[in-house]
């Protein structure tokens, strides 16, 4: 290994750092040189005591080369000194001393021996990925050596070329060891353009064609996804034509290992390579003779939706950080350059970090480690950042679903046990089990090789059913991927199903069912309904509560029930689109998931009939599969539905008339201006948050809009005052109040301030505005005709400003009532004057 390389400058430190404590967090720059370096530095310390170092990489492939590299370094064979642990590979001896793994299997060394005995240092390389399984397994290294390893603690070295390095030493409780240098000049160019994603891909492949004829060397593209890969594809050949040293090279995660080595190695000379990879090539790997980046900027990620339990791929701008990582794949071997389509100014306003998975992906599988582990809930470890509630919940809804979890503990089930140490997605692990527990073994590796490995037909029918046909060379259709793909994984599950020791049981169903209740019993909660058809789609109810659509003339566009297994869209829409299907018979799955399925009486109100619809239903999920229609409850449920009627609809639904809203307000005035009694909230929200203790005793017998109709409001809402309260409201807040006339008048409560409408005579002689509560009433003075002439607070200033003019004006218009010079010495009367006498 060369001595230049700049994370040499670093090593005395970083050994000072593990010598004396027992944590390091490293940050150095793409090509410093610290993976390749850094174990094989490490490896003589006198703390590793003859045990091993761990170091997680990212990925299979980086895993790989990674080990490759080491041992070259020090020119042995792979799997003496050096060895590697990924699925379903590794090279490893008793003379190993550093261990290159992948971070799951780290998650299932820790399960099987929390002590880690056998281990000195655990080295978290690309740490700023923040892959669900590194933050699993760094929760579970800290706990671990509190638990176990109190005497020698085991040592953790954090290493990356962008690190959120605060959040980290804080956890650590250690400072950043920081290399600035870089093994190779990188010349960064901005083309300054503002672009939509759409035209992106147009965009970067001039870019690609343009460095391909200027610049010497292979070249490295960043594109989001598979999509683009292919599109870029297309036109550099376009373009390219038949030269032939240039040679496209697609490189993305859902490659085979072999696929991806491949692509990985040197070109021949005077070949050039030009890969097309998604972020899989953002980190860790060294490609040989990549001189020259091409960055789209844009990077495509699965979120997930805990509300709908569905993941989702989203397209984003490259932080920082990635656009760093990425620029530094041009400067590993020698001087590069990297071409960027937007601007220098744009580049400093990307987000500095990309989001960690443990916020965005479905935390199903880490959960289920989780418990394992024997966590009793997610804050019991110390998470770099923490599980998002939502997230967590619905993945332990899904466990206990597939019967992982008990329903009121976080305890595995037996079942749950055997699913854990599968150390597989939940889902595929539940299948797995299923099928070899109902001797179908051979059929559930294939639905699982099939599931793992990504949809082989990119354009075809959704039908699940026919991929397996295809498998078993019983149709014949262009693939993706190679068959041979899928058959090597249908061995490897095979392996893992023979190695299950269950007990066998029957099922009564189908043989044509099977497929079906198999794919049910992993994704229930993608059972779907058929609702009806809308233009060129048909639209199905998920039990997730989701909506989801086939094309019209899909094969299984017309089938009553089906299993959802892939279905995505976009964040706002309204529904889904099912990718991949499989028709289900939903008696048998009923019979064969009795615990998937609920029965309940079910009262609710239907506004369409104008009254309650009582039913007996039987749902799974969200998704209601079946509704009987029973006889009247007991009046217990009745008032129940009722009172959640009226909740939704708001208390509008029920008969205000004019004396309800009355008392109603009138109890509103008391409770604002008697403070000395214990007045009920009467106002909308009070009355709502309160519903079921002053409207529930009357509701039992109402199941239809005419007898909600007859409710009498205002006895009800006078009936939930305790009498002290009834007494004091007819003594201190009247209905009626009696004027000079000797008349009674209503008090009109729903104006503010309380409203009196008396007719203009039958207040001469008043020489104080009425008043309740100390309140005075607005007196509202009406003509004989009884149309207002005036509004007052203040009757005294009525009499003394206004009075004369109203006089004069109305004197002419009712001659026949008294208009008296001197209201204040006159009687006061509703009469005319020639009933009076005048």
Same mark, same amino acid.
């Given at each position: ?711 009498? &409001? +205002?006895?009800? $809402? /006078?009936?939930?005052?305790?009498? #002290? *309260?009834?007494?004091? @409201? ?5 209905? =009626? ?39 005075? &009433? +607005?007196?509202? $003075? /009406?003509?004989?005709?009884?149309? #207002? *002439?005036?509004?007052? @607070? ?5 009499? =003394? ?38």
């Amino acid at each position: 290994m060369s001595p230049s390389l700049p994370i040499y400058d670093l090593i005395p430190a970083l050994k000072a750092q593990l010598n004396n404590a027992h944590e390091a967090i490293l940050e150095a720059a793409p090509g410093a040189g610290k993976t390749t370096v850094v174990p094989l530095e490490l490896m003589n310390e006198a703390w590793r005591k003859g045990r091993k170092i761990l170091m997680l990489e990212p990925r299979r492939l980086a895993a790989k080369t990674a080990a490759k590299r080491l041992t070259d370094s020090l020119q042995e064979p792979l799997g003496k000194r050096i060895g590697y642990r990924i699925r379903h590979e590794g090279k490893e001896s008793n003379e190993t001393q550093v261990l290159v793994v992948t971070e799951g299997v780290l998650t299932r060394m820790l399960q099987d021996d929390p002590s880690l005995d056998n281990v000195a240092l655990v080295i978290f390389d690309e740490f700023h990925e923040r892959n669900l399984h590194s933050d699993l397994a760094f929760a579970l290294c800290l706990q671990a050596r509190e638990l176990y390893r109190d005497e020698d603690p085991l040592k953790l070295l954090v290493m990356s070329a962008t690190l959120d390095t605060a959040l980290l030493e804080s956890r650590l409780g250690c400072p950043t060891l920081t290399s600035h240098g870089r093994g190779f000049p990188i010349d960064t160019l901005y083309s300054n353009k503002s672009l939509k994603t759409a035209e992106v891909v147009d965009e970067v492949v001039r870019l690609t064609y343009q460095a391909y004829r200027e610049h010497t060397g292979s070249l490295l593209v960043f594109l989001p996804g598979q999509k683009e890969i292919r599109q870029a594809a297309t036109q550099l050949q376009q373009r390219l034509g038949n030269d032939p040293e240039a040679k496209i090279r697609p490189l993305y995660g859902e490659l085979s290992l072999k696929e991806q080595e491949a692509v990985i190695q040197p070109a021949m000379a005077p070949e050039r390579k030009i890969v097309l990879a998604t972020a899989i090539a953002q980190t860790s790997l060294t490609i040989d003779g990549i001189r020259i980046v091409i960055d789209s900027g844009l990077s495509r990620e699965a979120r997930f939706d805990a509300n709908t339990a569905t993941t989702r791929l989203h397209t984003r701008r490259a932080t920082q950080a990635e656009t760093t990582q990425r620029m530094g794949r041009a400067g590993r071997t020698e001087a590069g350059i990297c071409l960027r389509w937007w601007s220098e100014e744009q580049q400093s306003r990307l987000a500095p970090q990309a989001q960690p998975q443990i916020e965005c992906v479905d935390l199903s599988p880490l959960t289920l480690e989780v418990a394992k582990w024997g966590a009793q809930n997610r804050l019991e470890l110390d998470w770099v950042t923490p599980p998002p509630e939502s997230h967590w919940q619905q993945s332990v809804d899904l466990l206990r679903s597939l019967d992982a979890l008990n329903t009121d503990t976080f305890e595995l089930t037996d079942h749950g046990q055997n699913m854990a140490q599968l150390g597989l997605d939940p889902r595929l692990a539940q299948l797995l089990i299923l099928g070899k527990q109902w001797q179908h073994s051979e059929l559930a590796c294939q639905a699982c090789a099939l599931l793992s490995e990504g949809d082989p037909f990119s354009q075809h029918s959704s039908d699940f059913e026919s991929r397996l046909d295809w498998l078993n060379h019983q149709i014949i259709m262009s693939s993706r991927r190679p068959k041979a793909v899928y058959q090597h994984s249908v061995k490897q599950w095979l392996a893992r199903s023979q190695k299950l020791a269950l007990e066998a049981r029957s099922i009564s169903a189908e043989e044509s069912s099977v497929l079906g209740l198999l794919l049910a019993g992993a994704f229930a909660d993608r059972i779907g309904k058929r609702l009806d058809q809308q233009a060129d789609k048909v639209r199905f109810k998920l039990a997730n509560g989701r909506i989801a659509t086939l094309d019209k003339h899909d094969t299984n566009a017309q089938s009553d029930w089906l299993v959802a297994l892939d279905i995505g869209g976009h964040q706002g829409q309204e529904a889904d689109r099912i990718f991949l299907s499989q028709p289900l018979d939903i008696q048998a799955a009923e019979k064969t998931f009795p615990h998937l399925f609920l029965t309940r009486d079910h009262l609710e109100w239907s506004k369409q009939e104008g009254r309650l619809i009582s039913e007996q239903q039987t749902w799974i999920g969200k998704l209601c599969i079946q509704r009987k229609k029973t006889k009247q409850l007991a009046p217990e449920k009745v008032r129940d539905a009722m009172l959640e009627h009226i909740r939704k609809s708001g208390l509008n639904a029920l008969p205000w008339e004019k004396d309800s809203l009355q008392f109603k307000a009138r109890l509103q005035f008391a409770a604002q201006h008697d403070k000395q009694h214990p007045w009920p909230d009467m106002s909308d929200d009070g009355l709502f948050s309160h519903l079921a203790d002053w409207l529930g005793p009357y509701l039992g017998n109402v199941t239809t809009q005419a007898t909600l109709n007859k409710l009498a &409001l +205002k006895q009800i $809402l /006078l009936d939930s005052l305790a009498w #002290p *309260l009834q007494k004091r @409201l007819a003594d201190a807040v009247p209905e =009626r109040l009696s004027v000079a006339s000797g008349n009674n008048h209503a008090i009109d409560y729903t104006n503010k301030p309380p409203t009196l409408s008396v007719k203009l005579q039958e207040v001469f002689g008043m020489s104080q505005s009425p008043a309740v509560l100390g309140q005075s &009433l +607005k007196l509202e $003075l /009406l003509s004989p005709a009884q149309r #207002p *002439l005036a509004v007052t @607070l203040d009757l005294p200033f009525f009499w =003394r400003e206004a009075y004369p003019e109203v006089k004069k004006e109305m004197r002419g218009r009712y001659p026949k009532h008294p208009w008296p010079d001197d209201p204040m010495s006159a009687q006061a009367t509703a009469k005319t004057k020639r009933a009076l006498g005048q």
